[in-house]
T-cell receptor
Framework: GAVVSQHPSWVICKSGTSVKIECRSL??????MFWYRQFPKQSLMLMAT?????????EQGVEKDKFLINHASLTLSTLTVTSAHPEDSSFYIC?????????????FGSGTQLSVL | QQQVKQSPQSLIVQKGGISIINCAYE??????FPWYQQFPGKGPALLIA?????SEKKEGRFTISFNKSAKQFSLHIMDSQPGDSATYFC????????????FGKGTKLTVNP
């Protein structure tokens, strides 16, 4: 099946620094990728929809300037957490839809655990 | 607000038993209902999905039952195995696809040997 690669799998950073997370579709093209946030023992909350070649669409309550999304190619989307603070510590997951299959095929990355000290 | 309510929050089943997880939704515009399996430290993986034009879908040991009038759907895991121990999420979306999924809060399943 299609594979979505997410990197890094975990990162520890100091408060005030920025962290970039990459999401790649390895064997298919994805014009749309999705970024989720998941707190421990909680569900996935959609943060934003990443659109190739255009601006991302953010969900209500998500700060655009804090969570920068870039989708420069059909296989890569990046999420940058700017000026990270301890409350940004969370599990971030990306997903991508394989255009070559039926609409229901949404593949998830393995997630990135961010810890801000 | 679009919501998907999932229960139970946790479930313990003996090996070989049947695991049943239930979800209910409010928005009648939802037309795609997937179930995802997530292991600790990993992203969710699509397990099985159903559309409202059928009442049941079976794939191996996994079955989705769908009740459109009650706006409920459930996941049945037959012959549950310790390897099935994971967190399961139901979800729903509109437009026939998997965009902008609304997830349930998850059910942690433990299958005892």
């Amino acid at each position: 099946g299609a594979v979505v690669s997410q990197h890094p799998s975990w990162v520890i950073c100091k408060s005030g620094t920025s962290v970039k997370i990459e999401c790649r579709s390895l064997d298919f093209q994805a014009t749309t990728m999705f970024w989720y946030r998941q707190f421990p023992k909680q569900s996935l909350m959609l943060m934003a929809t990443s659109n190739e070649g255009s601006k991302a669409t953010y969900e209500q309550g998500v700060e655009k300037d804090k969570f920068l999304i870039n989708h420069a190619s059909l296989t890569l989307s990046t999420l940058t957490v700017t000026s990270a603070h301890p409350e940004d510590s969370s599990f971030y997951i990306c997903s991508a839809r394989d255009l070559g299959t039926a609409n229901e095929k949404l593949f998830f990355g393995s997630g990135t655990q961010l810890s801000v000290l | 607000q679009q919501q998907v309510k999932q229960s139970p929050q946790s479930l313990i089943v003996q090996k070989g038993g049947i695991s049943i997880i239930n979800c209910a939704y409010e928005n009648t515009a939802f037309d795609y209902f997937p179930w995802y399996q997530q292991f600790p430290g990993k992203g969710p993986a699509l397990l099985i999905a159903i559309r409202p034009d059928v009442s049941e879908k079976k794939e191996g040991r996994f079955t989705i039952s769908f009740n459109k009038s009650a706006k409920q759907f459930s996941l049945h895991i037959m012959d549950s195995q310790p390897g099935d121990s994971a967190t399961y999420f139901c979800a729903a979306s509109m437009g026939g696809g998997s965009e902008k999924l609304v997830f349930g809060k998850g059910t942690k399943l433990t299958v005892n040997p």
